[in-house]
């Protein structure tokens, strides 16, 4: 790892001035992201911001209809949270998911989030949920976040802050985890809202992406049996990774019935 300078701002404008006058810092949330690529030489900071001294981000409260969890809430806060779990439970067993306890208890949403990681948990809420990505300077719409690989619509010095959840009348998740990592070899989540049906798939594609020819089949017939091999299609999926594009389709297809399971 390459030296740096470290800096802990008190406060949203603080970071965005650091972060201005050093064209190549990098936020620090939790770290179990950043820390590993940059042990790897794969990002090599000039300045670190840590937003640990953002008290304020860490808060998860209700405003209506809408879940706010704080961009510095970690997975195991969100895990553990009464009100994720009284109104989002399967976003609340998303989190206690997420990696070891050691990543949960230091790894949170806004990082997730920013990351972008085709295999991360949340993006996959994120998109099926209809979330809204709260930055320092807009709000961005789910649909409108997750551009690619490891690809946000976040400018380079641009800061999430809350990501808002409207609270859907049915939610489930089901992943197929890494072995080793616990990250999402293949994860749906499925929302019931009285908007309609999403359905989001994470790990097995480039990028987080609904499946809309599911959303359609659940309009009319809401259950496991609504879900077809078909559905999925291998060419769109992750080439050339441990698992074939075909055994990822499939895997989609029994993760989509267990996820739809859950919502029942
Ligand atoms: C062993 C291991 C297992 C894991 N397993 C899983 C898993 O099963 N599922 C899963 O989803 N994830 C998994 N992760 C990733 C983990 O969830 C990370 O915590 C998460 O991806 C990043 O969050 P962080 O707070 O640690 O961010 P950091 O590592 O601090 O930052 C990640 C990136 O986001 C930027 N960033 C951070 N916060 C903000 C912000 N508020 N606004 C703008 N940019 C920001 C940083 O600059 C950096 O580029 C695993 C990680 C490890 C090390």
């Known amino acids: 790892m390459r030296s740096f300078e470290y800096h802990r701002p008190q406060s949203v404008a603080d ?3 650091l972060l201005r006058a050093n064209e190549a810092a990098k936020l620090l949330a939790g770290g179990q ?3 590993p690529v940059m042990k790897l030489d794969l990002a090599a900071p000039s300045d670190v911001v840590s937003l640990a001294g953002l008290r304020d981000l860490k808060a998860i409260r209700s405003e209506g209809n809408t879940l706010v969890i704080g961009a510095l809430a970690t997975h195991d806060e969100v895990a553990h949270s ?13 989190a206690g998911g997420i990696g ?5 208890n230091r790894g949170t949403i806004g990082g997730s989030v920013a990351h972008a990681d085709p295999s991360a948990d949340y993006p996959s809420a994120v998109v099926a949920l209809g979330a809204t990505v709260e930055t ?5 719409a789910a649909d409108d976040f997750f551009l690619g690989f490891f690809q946000s619509a976040l400018e380079p010095d641009e800061i999430v802050t809350a990501v808002h959840f409207p609270v859907p009348e049915r939610a ?3 992943k197929f985890p890494h072995p080793a990592s616990k990250y999402a070899v293949a994860g749906v989540f499925v929302a019931r809202t009285g908007g309609g049906i999403r359905v989001a798939v994470t790990g097995a594609g480039p990028r987080v992406f609904r499946l809309t020819a599911l959303e359609s089949a659940l309009a009319s017939n809401f259950s496991p049996s609504a879900v077809t091999e078909g559905m999925v299609d291998p060419g769109d999926l992750r080439q050339g990774g441990e698992a074939s594009p075909e055994y ?3 895997l989609v297809t029994v993760m ?3 996820a739809i399971q859950a919502c029942l």
């Open 136 to 140: 320092d300077r807009r709000r961005i």
């Open 33 to 35: 992201s950043l820390l």
């Open 15 to 17: 970071a965005l001035a």
């Open 82 to 94: 009464a009100e994720v779990r009284r109104r989002i439970p399967a976003l609340a067993g998303l």
């Open 256 to 258: 989509a019935k267990r």
């Open 248 to 250: 990822l389709a499939h």
């Open 172 to 174: 489930g998740y089901a």
């Open 100 to 104: 070891d306890a050691q990543v949960r």
